[in-house]
C-alpha cells in the first residue's frame, strides 16, 4: 500500500509542469556534451604544447589515449558517497550507521554489428557497506555485479518506446561458505519517456544453479524491479519499486533517490532513502529502513 501511494504522489509531480522537463533535460543533457567535448579539448591542447610530435597519426592516437586517459568508459548507475546512512532497523552484531558508496561504469564494445544501431557493451558496479563507525571499521559487505547487455534503440520518434535492453547480470558477494552470497540473471528492459518521464520496467529470469546459497532469494527480490526518473531543472528523483507479488506472503521494497547541484561544483549532493528487502545479498531475506545523506559524482 505504501508503494501504490508513492507512486500516485510520484505521477502527481510528473503532471506540474511538463514543458520545463523537457526544455531542462535538453539542455543539461547538452550542457553535459559541451563539457566532455571541453575537457578533450584541453587535453588535446597540453598533448599538443608539451609532448614530442609523431608523424605516425596510429602511433600519435595511441600515445595521446594513454596522456589523456581516454578510453571510453562511462559512468553507468550512480557513482556515490553516502558518508552516513542509518537504518532504523536493528541488526545482530552491526552498528545502525555506516557509510556506503556504489561504483559502476561501463564500455562499449561494439556497435551495429547486427545493423540495427544497437550497442554491445560491458558494465561493471560495486557496492560496499562499512562500519566506519565500529571498533576496527570492518566493511561489513560487498556486492560485487559485472555485466554484458545489448541495447537497441527504437527508432520510431513518435513511440514512447525509446529502447529495449538485453543483458545478463551476475551478483555475488565474495564471502566464504556459509556468508557466502550470489546468483545469475538474464534480464530485459525497455526504456519509456513520457514528456520529460522516465519509465523503466525490467523482467529478469533466473539461471538454475547446483549449489545455491541463496534458494529463496526470488521469494524477497521478485521477478523484476520498475524505476522511474522525474529530472526536474538541476533535480533529479528515482523512484525504485520491487516486489513479489505473492498475496499471502508478500515482500517488497522501495528506493527514493534525490540529487542536487552541490555547490556548483559538479558533485551532486545525494539522499538516498531505502525501504524493503534485498537491499544487499547477505540480507536479501532482511529489512531495511535505511535513509542516507551523502554526494554522487554521477547520476
Known amino acids: 500500500m505504501k508503494i501504490f501511494f508513492l507512486t500516485v504522489l510520484l505521477f502527481g509531480m510528473i503532471l506540474a509542469d511538463t514543458a520545463t522537463l523537457e526544455d531542462s533535460l535538453f539542455d543539461e543533457t547538452l550542457s553535459l556534451k559541451k563539457e566532455a567535448i571541453s575537457n578533450i579539448q584541453r587535453k588535446e591542447q597540453y598533448f599538443d604544447a608539451y609532448l614530442n610530435e609523431y608523424t605516425d597519426n596510429e602511433t600519435r592516437n595511441t600515445v595521446f589515449q594513454i596522456a589523456s586517459s581516454i ?30 558508496f556504489q561504483i559502476s561504469f561501463q564500455k562499449d564494445m561494439a556497435y551495429n554489428l547486427f545493423g540495427l544501431k544497437e550497442t554491445i557493451g560491458i558494465a561493471y ?12 571499521s570492518p566493511f561489513r559487505e560487498t556486492n560485487y555485479l559485472p ?26 558477494n565474495g564471502q566464504p561458505e556459509g556468508n557466502s552470497r550470489s546468483w545469475n540473471r538474464l534480464y530485459m528492459d525497455i526504456t519509456l519517456q513520457y514528456k520529460g518521464v522516465f519509465v523503466n520496467p525490467r523482467i529478469w529470469y533466473r539461471i538454475p544453479e547446483h549449489d545455491d546459497d541463496n534458494k529463496e532469494i526470488l521469494d524477497y527480490m521478485g521477478y523484476g524491479d520498475l524505476t522511474i526518473i522525474y529530472p526536474y531543472k538541476e533535480h533529479l528523483f528515482k523512484l525504485l519499486l520491487r516486489n513479489n507479488f505473492d498475496f499471502e506472503d508478500n515482500k517488497g521494497a522501495v528506493q527514493l533517490d534525490w540529487t542536487f547541484p552541490f555547490a556548483k561544483s559538479g558533485v551532486f549532493g545525494y539522499i538516498q532513502y531505502f525501504d524493503g528487502y534485498g537491499e544487499s545479498l547477505i540480507d536479501y531475506n532482511k529489512k531495511a529502513r535505511r535513509i542516507g545523506m551523502g554526494f554522487a559524482l554521477s547520476r
Open 147 to 172: 555485466e554484458a547487455y545489448m541495447s537497441i534503440p527504437w527508432h520510431n520518434n513518435k513511440s514512447p518506446i525509446k529502447r529495449y535492453k538485453f543483458g545478463f547480470l551476475h551478483e555475488s
Open 125 to 136: 558496479t560495486q557496492r560496499s557497506w562499512w562500519q566506519l563507525y565500529k571498533h576496527s
Open 71 to 100: 578510453f571510453d568508459i562511462n559512468p553507468y548507475k550512480s557513482n556515490y558517497l553516502l558518508p552516513i546512512t542509518y537504518d532504523f532497523i536493528t541488526h545482530e552484531n552491526r552498528q545502525n550507521a555506516e557509510v556506503a
